[in-house]
């Protein structure tokens, strides 16, 4: 962040990070971003195992009704995680 400082007013472009999780989003902010360029949200299922484990669940199910309700687990997470992404982000930009 220090550094972001002593360059804020003689540069002329914006910082952008890749972030994945609201944690790293805060981290991201906490040290000068000014928004996401990438959430991969594929990479939103690495940061626990359960999530990785229902992950392979929806891709191995052996029917449509399996796969509904794996992906309604999936969903829960996403959605989570992008709550957590725009509140870090506080009106920052983010691309998906």
């Not at 949200?41 to 009704?65: K, P, V």
């Amino acid at each position: 962040a220090t550094l972001m400082e002593w360059v804020d007013n003689v540069r002329t472009m914006e910082v952008f990070t890749n972030a994945d999780t609201p944690e790293d989003a805060t981290e991201a902010r906490n040290n000068g971003a000014q928004g996401i360029g990438l959430v991969r949200t594929e990479h939103m299922f690495f940061s626990a195992e359960e999530r990785l484990e229902n992950m392979r669940y929806m891709i191995l199910c052996d029917n449509q009704q399996e796969r509904a309700a794996a992906l309604e687990k999936l969903i829960t997470y996403q959605r989570e995680d992008f709550e957590g992404i725009f509140t870090a982000m506080d009106g920052c930009t983010v691309t998906i």
